[in-house]
């Protein structure tokens, strides 16, 4: 067994006495008090009779580690007053403390331990100071505060203490009365000069008095409103009474109100039962129930929605036109849309039909990212004088975010739809329902199929909210979606919209944009409203065609504003706008294409994959993607092989049944041309479209392989300035496409002269711009036939 001293000084007697160890389990003895305690443990029962033996004393010493049994080096020496040894061996015992001391030296017998010790003692010579009297006078008001405040000490201890004028008997009975922990204890015990254990003893007393207030303040603080709270509610209660007595109910006055408040929204016949039902059951609810405050919002819900409130549709054909012309260039298919519905508005006002309802139209805007198909919404709102509120669908993935949680549920709210209504204040707004492909589905739920019945135009004057349990009419809402892509949408919800695709803009239409809305907005966003800051035609092409590669026109009003960004950093530091003769609209700058490099860095676009010269093998195809349209070439080599047909550069299942069917009709027309290899059977076809890392797929590209692998048969290359597009079949047919104008654009920045295309779009051609039409010529066939006669020299083929 080994001791640790936790000693702040000795001043020792010259006597020593050697006397058992008793270990104390988190238990100090201190002299001048009397303890009964039980000992119950091997060494302490072998140390009592050790001291029965001998002189009835012994050194008693708290555990310090009960697993080791190590104990602390400072103690006190105990008598046994009484003792009485019970039938199982272990001790009750009464022990009186006689005086502090230390250990000087350990000795170990049988089961136990001699300690040789050396008092701690205090000389006390004379009287004492006035300061020991002020001192153990401030101690003895303290701790009877202490005492008050713990309320667990006897009033027998509280008397001794303040009567006592010996200090170390006062320190002594204090230090046993105080509950603290065993290591404060022990440094207590420890101490040799009388004075320092003193003060040590009154900061004790004092931070715990100061503890003792902080909880009081604490209590009271607690007390103070739950008090404050049952006041309330009493008298609360005593008003209701009194108001009973006189006749009138301040409760039923409240619930009068809200009944009165929806009743003047004029709801369904259907809401208005709800709600005169639901307020029955409030009235007989206390006012501070949970179901109570869940009544009360569902009610309050009720009393905003606009069941009968709608806004004012402009019927101004021409000035709805001026703003959605204002607002965007060319979408002439979205705009007329629009307009005609403001035609069909006007005519009901003017034949005053009541009695068939206008429904709102359901339209989805579909088109690459940055066409503004989201502030196209925002000017419909405008052009019909309509609220507008947006819906961001993005990522959305549990059902109850449509249709919303069931109000027995905590926190429950009406669905996103619902919310909008409130939100718009009218039955009537523009609700525009954004990135409606992005929506996912998880095990909450499916809101793709939540949102079938709210874009039903047969449906959604019944639409029912889970929050609300009654019907709401949203057929008056015009609901505007937006969508990259129709192939993420379902088509039980696609089959409800009305789709108005908003294709990529052209170069010009690019170049309409950036002078007559992004450079202006640019400008008073960083500042240079009042300067006279100019780009020419050509740096705003330069820009599209080396700085963007996009169908909208996102990422061209990024690189305005860095170019704005970079001159206004310029001006600053010209001084121009800091200095009173220097004012900003003084300052001119006209943006040239040399320009663009210092301020926009190096070029980051190029043209797609193309190569000057022509080469067999490698024909030119044109692909859509979300970001717009592409070119898309293909090449092929022939291997000595046995027949297999080798397809590399990430290509989806649908163009690889393009390349077998292209295989195959090549096969099927080789006796009518001079091939290179005859015997198919014993090469193998390689063909790659680059840029691997790209997932490619879709049936467009049939005529572009059918080219790459009759070119490579016949050793002859196709032109360079020709770019193809159309569905391959078997027997040699070319079929429509899509994304037409996307492709176009394609064909036209690579600086293509020609687009082979299937005779089936030649409708859609004539719709397109004149811009695009000018730019490039089409060249319609209806089968490979005619294309490979276009592609290829009159001699590569011998009839």
Same mark, same amino acid.
């Given at each position: 067994?080994?001791?640790?001293?936790?000693?702040?000084?000795?001043?020792?007697?010259?006597?020593?006495?050697?006397?058992?160890?008793?270990?104390?389990?988190?238990?100090?003895?201190?002299?001048?008090? $009397?303890?009964?305690?039980?000992?119950?443990?091997?060494?302490?029962?072998?140390?009592?009779?050790?001291?029965?033996?001998? /002189?009835? @004393?012994?050194?008693?010493?708290?555990?310090?580690?009960?697993?080791?049994?190590?104990?602390?080096?400072?103690?006190?020496?105990?008598?046994?007053?009484?003792?009485?040894?019970?039938?199982?061996?272990?001790?009750?015992?009464?022990?009186?403390?006689?005086?502090?001391?230390?250990?000087?030296?350990?000795?170990?017998?049988?089961?136990?331990?001699?300690?040789?010790?050396?008092?701690?003692?205090?000389?006390?010579?004379?009287?004492?100071?006035?300061?020991?009297?002020?001192?153990?006078?401030?101690?003895?008001?303290?701790?009877?505060?202490?005492?008050?405040?713990?309320?667990?000490?006897?009033?027998?201890?509280?008397?001794?203490?303040?009567?006592?004028?010996?200090?170390?008997?006062?320190?002594?009975?204090?230090?046993?009365?105080?509950?603290?922990?065993?290591?404060?204890?022990?440094?207590?015990?420890?101490?040799?000069?009388?004075?320092?254990?003193?003060?040590?003893?009154?900061?004790?007393?004092? @931070?715990?008095?100061?503890?003792?207030?902080?909880?009081?303040?604490?209590?009271?603080?607690?007390?103070?409103?739950?008090?404050?709270?049952?006041?309330?509610?009493?008298?609360?209660?005593?008003?209701?009474?009194?108001?009973?007595?006189?006749?009138?109910?301040?409760?039923?006055?409240?619930?009068?109100?809200?009944?009165?408040?929806?009743?003047?929204?004029?709801?369904?016949?259907?809401?208005?039962?709800?709600?005169?039902?639901?307020?029955?059951?409030?009235?007989?609810?206390?006012?501070?129930?949970?179901?109570?405050?869940?009544?009360?919002?569902?009610?309050?819900?009720?009393?905003?929605?606009?069941?009968?409130?709608?806004?004012?549709?402009?019927?101004?054909?021409?000035?709805?036109?001026?703003?959605?012309?204002?607002?965007?260039?060319?979408?002439?298919?979205?705009?007329?849309?629009?307009?005609?519905?403001?035609?069909?508005?006007?005519?009901?006002?003017?034949?005053?039909?009541?009695?068939?309802?206008?429904?709102?139209?359901?339209?989805?805007? $579909?088109?690459?990212?940055?066409?503004?198909?989201?502030?196209?919404?925002?000017? $419909?709102?405008?052009?019909?004088?309509?609220?507008?509120?947006?819906?961001?669908?993005?990522?959305? @993935?549990?059902?109850?975010?449509?249709?919303?949680?069931?109000?027995?549920?905590?926190?429950?709210?009406?669905?996103?739809?619902?919310?909008?209504?409130?939100?718009?204040?009218?039955?009537?707004? &523009?609700?525009?329902?954004?990135?409606?492909?992005?929506?996912?589905?998880?095990?909450?739920?499916?809101?793709?199929?939540?949102?079938?019945?709210?874009?039903?135009?047969?449906?959604?004057?019944?639409?029912?909210?889970?929050?609300?349990?009654?019907?709401?009419?949203?057929?008056?809402?015009?609901?505007?979606?937006?969508?990259?892509?129709?192939?993420?949408?379902?088509?039980?919800?696609? /089959?409800?919209?009305?789709?108005?695709?908003?294709?990529?803009?052209?170069?010009?239409?690019?170049?309409?944009?950036? *002078?007559?809305?992004?450079?202006?907005?640019?400008?008073?966003?960083?500042?240079?409203?009042?300067?006279?800051?100019?780009?020419?035609? %050509?740096?705003?092409?330069?820009?599209?065609?080396?700085?963007?590669?996009?169908?909208? $026109?996102?990422?061209?009003?990024?690189?305005?504003?860095?170019?704005?960004?970079?001159?206004?950093?310029?001006?600053?530091?010209?001084?121009?706008?800091?200095?009173?003769?220097?004012?900003?609209?003084?300052?001119?700058? &006209?943006?040239?294409?040399? %320009?663009?490099?210092?301020?926009?860095?190096?070029?980051?676009?190029?043209?797609?994959?193309?190569?000057?010269?022509?080469?067999?093998?490698?024909?030119?195809?044109?692909?859509?993607?979300?970001?717009?349209?592409?070119?898309?070439?293909?090449?092929?080599?022939?291997?000595?092989?046995?027949?297999?047909?080798?397809?590399?550069?990430?290509?989806?299942?649908?163009?690889?049944?393009?390349?077998?069917?292209?295989?195959?009709?090549?096969?099927?027309?080789?006796?009518?041309?001079?091939?290179?290899?005859?015997?198919?059977?014993?090469?193998?076809?390689?063909?790659?479209?680059?840029?691997?890392?790209?997932?490619?797929?879709?049936?467009?590209?049939?005529?572009?392989?059918?080219?790459?692998?009759?070119?490579?048969?016949?050793?002859?290359?196709?032109?360079?300035?020709?770019?193809?597009?159309?569905?391959?079949?078997?027997?040699?047919?070319?079929?429509?496409?899509?994304?037409?104008?996307?492709?176009?654009?394609?064909?036209?920045?690579?600086?293509?002269? *020609?687009?082979?295309?299937?005779?089936?779009?030649?409708?859609?051609?004539?719709?397109?711009?004149?811009?695009?039409?000018?730019?490039?010529?089409?060249?319609? &066939?209806?089968?490979?036939?005619?294309?490979?006669?276009?592609?290829?020299?009159?001699?590569?083929?011998?009839?």
């Amino acid at each position: 067994m080994s001791l640790l001293s936790v000693l702040k000084g000795n001043s020792h007697k010259k006597t020593q006495e050697e006397l058992p160890l008793l270990p104390l389990r988190d238990l100090v003895l201190y002299p001048n008090t $009397v303890m009964p305690i039980f000992i119950t443990y091997h060494s302490g029962i072998v140390a009592i009779d050790e001291a029965l033996r001998r /002189d009835m @004393r012994l050194f008693a010493s708290c555990i310090r580690n009960i697993a080791t049994g190590e104990t602390y080096l400072v103690g006190t020496v105990v008598k046994i007053v009484q003792y009485l040894k019970l039938p199982d061996n272990t001790f009750r015992v009464v022990l009186q403390g006689e005086y502090r001391a230390t250990v000087s030296s350990v000795t170990q017998t049988n089961d136990f331990f001699m300690i040789s010790i050396m008092p701690i003692s205090t000389i006390l010579e004379g009287r004492l100071s006035p300061e020991m009297v002020a001192l153990m006078r401030t101690i003895q008001k303290s701790f009877v505060q202490y005492a008050e405040s713990a309320k667990k000490i006897g009033n027998d201890t509280i008397s001794a203490i303040e009567k006592t004028e010996n200090p170390e008997r006062l320190a002594n009975l204090i230090c046993n009365s105080l509950l603290i922990n065993i290591e404060q204890k022990i440094e207590l015990l420890s101490f040799a000069d009388l004075f320092e254990r003193l003060d040590a003893i009154l900061e004790i007393l004092e @931070r715990e008095n100061e503890i003792f207030d902080i909880q009081k303040s604490i209590r009271g603080k607690v007390k103070s409103r739950i008090d404050k709270n049952q006041r309330e509610y009493v008298l609360n209660e005593q008003l209701k009474e009194i108001n009973k007595e006189l006749g009138r109910d301040i409760t039923s006055d409240e619930f009068d109100d809200l009944e009165k408040l929806i009743e003047e929204r004029h709801p369904s016949e259907e809401a208005l039962q709800k709600a005169h039902k639901e307020i029955a059951r409030l009235r007989k609810l206390q006012p501070l129930s949970p179901e109570a405050g869940v009544l009360r919002g569902y009610l309050e819900w009720i009393a905003d929605l606009p069941w009968s409130t709608a806004s004012t549709d402009s019927g101004d054909i021409c000035l709805a036109e001026k703003i959605l012309n204002e607002d965007h260039f060319a979408l002439d298919k979205a705009k007329e849309r629009i307009l005609e519905f403001i035609a069909v508005l006007r005519i009901f006002a003017n034949t005053h039909n009541q009695s068939t309802a206008i429904k709102g139209p359901i339209l989805c805007f $579909v088109g690459p990212p940055g066409t503004g198909k989201t502030s196209l919404g925002k000017s $419909v709102a405008r052009s019909l004088g309509r609220h507008f509120v947006r819906i961001s669908l993005g990522g959305l @993935r549990d059902e109850a975010e449509i249709r919303g949680h069931r109000k027995t549920y905590v926190g429950a709210l009406p669905g996103k739809i619902i919310q909008s209504m409130r939100k718009a204040s009218t039955i009537n707004p &523009v609700i525009l329902l954004d990135e409606i492909d992005k929506l996912s589905s998880d095990f909450r739920g499916d809101p793709a199929s939540a949102l079938l019945e709210a874009l039903d135009p047969e449906q959604n004057s019944n639409f029912t909210d889970h929050y609300l349990e009654v019907t709401y009419d949203l057929s008056k809402v015009l609901f505007i979606m937006t969508a990259n892509s129709l192939h993420t949408i379902p088509y039980p919800l696609l /089959d409800r919209m009305e789709v108005i695709e908003i294709p990529g803009y052209g170069e010009n239409e690019k170049l309409n944009i950036a *002078q007559h809305f992004l450079i202006p907005k640019q400008l008073h966003e960083n500042g240079l409203s009042q300067a006279k800051v100019t780009f020419k035609d %050509d740096t705003i092409r330069a820009i599209i065609r080396h700085w963007t590669m996009e169908s909208g $026109v996102r990422g061209l009003e990024r690189e305005i504003a860095r170019c704005i960004r970079r001159i206004a950093r310029d001006a600053i530091k010209r001084e121009y706008s800091t200095r009173a003769d220097k004012p900003l609209s003084s300052f001119k700058k &006209v943006i040239r294409p040399g %320009d663009l490099e210092k301020l926009l860095g190096r070029r980051k676009y190029k043209n797609d994959l193309i190569f000057k010269e022509a080469r067999i093998g490698v024909s030119y195809g044109l692909a859509w993607t979300e970001m717009g349209g592409t070119m898309l070439p293909v090449e092929s080599s022939l291997l000595e092989g046995s027949g297999e047909l080798i397809i590399t550069g990430n290509v989806g299942d649908v163009m690889k049944e393009s390349a077998r069917i292209a295989l195959s009709y090549v096969g099927s027309i080789q006796q009518y041309y001079d091939f290179h290899k005859t015997e198919l059977k014993n090469v193998d076809i390689h063909l790659h479209v680059p840029e691997g890392a790209i997932p490619k797929d879709g049936p467009s590209a049939g005529i572009t392989l059918a080219t790459s692998i009759f070119s490579t048969l016949c050793r002859k290359a196709p032109k360079t300035t020709i770019a193809m597009t159309g569905e391959l079949t078997l027997t040699g047919r070319i079929l429509p496409i899509g994304g037409l104008k996307e492709k176009a654009l394609a064909a036209v920045r690579n600086g293509m002269e *020609q687009i082979l295309m299937p005779a089936g779009n030649r409708e859609e051609w004539e719709e397109l711009d004149k811009e695009i039409k000018e730019s490039i010529t089409a060249l319609f &066939v209806e089968n490979a036939e005619d294309a490979f006669n276009l592609l290829f020299v009159s001699d590569s083929a011998q009839h």
